[in-house]
């Protein structure tokens, strides 16, 4: 991270490069092969670009709040680089906003979230070889674990470097990915038929139940591991 001694913005070589370290670690746990999962995975590249633009490139959001952000808090440098992480500055925590809560917090969604996207790969690509249903691991929680995983890492993301295009982004990619895991639904319906209805009738979509994540529920037809 940069510090306010360095130059703020218009550090476009980091916005290339961490665009594409961030792709390319995305791609590692994703592994898109169809036509569906390249759509997810561009939306998902998109987000991680405008992002990085304004974390290292441009602050619009600052440039548009400007006025707003300087009169209700009038001891921050709106301009330095640390000033990026909104949150931090707004709810004034007396510490390096790196090492502020909003921000070890987004650590933790970003790595839960790419954590999650691995292991249902994994998952989903051993019932692919075998043409089963994924039911197992991440799976036996929820039906869409890797979308789930691409929506943590970016709520993960806001939290740390919150922006104006990036907000705006954010639900019109979780509704777009809700989208893609209803048509994967009726894709898998129609492929494994009472098999994958029973199974979709036990799991939830996309939020766990609780009693299944802490081991409190009874052992289910899917419940694995």
């Known amino acids: 991270m940069m510090h ?22 995305a791609y590692s746990f994703f592994k898109p092969q169809t036509a569906r999962d390249w759509r997810s995975f561009g939306a998902f590249s998109a987000f991680l670009v405008a992002l990085f633009v304004e974390m290292y490139g441009f602050p619009l ?32 925590w007396k510490t390096n906003p790196h090492a502020g809560p909003f921000h070890i917090l987004s ?35 929820v039906l869409h674990p890797q979308y789930v995983g691409f929506i943590m890492v970016m709520f993960g993301f806001l939290l740390q470097w919150p922006t104006i295009l990036t907000l705006a982004m954010f ?4 509704v777009m990915y809700v989208r893609l895991a209803h048509t994967e639904e009726q894709d898998a319906r ?10 979709a009738a036990d799991v939830p979509g996309f939020i766990p139940k609780l009693s299944r994540v802490f081991g409190t529920e009874s052992t289910g037809g899917y419940r694995h591991g």
Do not use: C, K
């Open 107 to 141: 650590f933790i969604f970003i790595g839960a979230g790419f954590v999650l996207i691995s292991a249902a790969w994994r998952v989903l690509y051993d019932a692919q070889q075998t043409r089963s249903l994924a039911t197992s691991g991440p799976y036996s929680y």
């Open 171 to 174: 639900p019109v990619l979780t």
């Open 190 to 199: 129609a492929e494994f038929g009472d098999a994958y209805v029973r199974y």
């Open 61 to 92: 959001t600052i440039y548009f709040l400007s006025g707003w952000l300087q009169s209700h808090y009038p001891n921050v440098d709106w301009f330095s680089h640390d000033a990026g992480h909104l949150l931090e500055m707004m709810f004034g």
């Open 4 to 25: 306010d001694t360095a130059p703020a913005y218009g550090l476009w070589s980091l916005v290339i490069v961490n665009s594409v370290v961030f792709i390319l670690f």
